[in-house]
């Protein structure tokens, strides 16, 4: 069974650039939730995403925005990139709304913004 | 809010058993316990998860607390290449709504 997988997993910006990550959950899952990782802050809540409805949102700004089709593959979008968007952003998918589910996370995507 | 705390690093050697700690005092009555550990430009790899009772599995086992105001991840034999950063995480679904609390991690050195 495949993982969740990421793309791209590198990529450089420039500052006012904007960037799209997407994220393929693994076959049937359905809940995909985003994640930036930094060493300065951890592991903060982007958004979630369950049946293509945006379930949750983390304390971001609108600069940052996601969206999830109806086969669960989802996007995030970050617009007007500034330097501290520099981070690992990670998505993660579970089968579905049960807080006993496993959550499995994809290898991330880096973004450096320079 | 919930929160979790971890020690920021541990250390241990190899072949012997690693009690990694959490204390999650404020974790509500539905909130379950994960814990995933997370190595070098990767993204977390799931470990254990548990509500009340203790579990095990082949790669650890989580002791919870009976207030469930902590808990304890163990590796009964480490090797090196449990060396990462351990997080414990806390996750509830409040209204159709996944509520995550992460803890800051420890991470964990394995001395050969």
């Known amino acids: 069974k495949a993982g969740v997988t990421q793309t791209p997993r590198y990529l450089i910006k420039t500052r006012g650039q904007q960037v799209t990550l997407s994220c393929s959950p693994i076959?049937?899952?359905?809940?995909v939730s985003w994640y930036q990782q930094t060493p300065g802050q951890g592991l903060q809540f982007l958004f979630e995403?369950?049946?293509?409805?945006?379930?949750n949102k983390g304390n971001f700004p609108g600069r940052f925005s996601g969206r999830q089709f109806s086969n669960s593959r989802s996007e995030m979008n970050v617009s007007t990139l500034e330097l501290g968007d520099s981070a690992l952003y990670l998505c993660a998918s579970s089968p579905g709304l049960n807080s006993g589910n496993t959550i499995y996370f994809g290898e991330g995507s880096w973004l450096t913004v320079v | 809010d919930a929160k979790t705390t971890q020690p920021n690093s541990m250390e241990s050697n190899e072949e012997e058993p690693v009690h990694l700690p959490c204390n999650h005092s404020?974790?509500?009555?539905?909130?379950?316990i994960h814990w995933y550990r997370q190595l070098p430009s990767q993204g977390p790899e799931y470990v254990i998860h548990?509500?009340?009772s203790n579990v095990n599995n082949r790669m650890a086992s989580l002791a919870i607390a009976e207030d469930r105001k902590s808990s304890t991840l163990i590796l009964h034999r480490a090797t090196l290449r449990d060396a990462a950063v351990y997080y414990c995480i806390l996750r509830d679904i409040i209204q159709g709504a996944q509520k995550l609390v992460f803890g800051q991690g420890t991470r964990l050195t394995i001395n050969p």
């Open positions: 404020t974790i509500s009555g539905t909130d379950y």
């Open positions: 076959s049937g899952h359905r809940s």
């Open positions: 548990g509500l009340t």
């Open positions: 995403y369950f049946s293509e409805t945006q379930r």
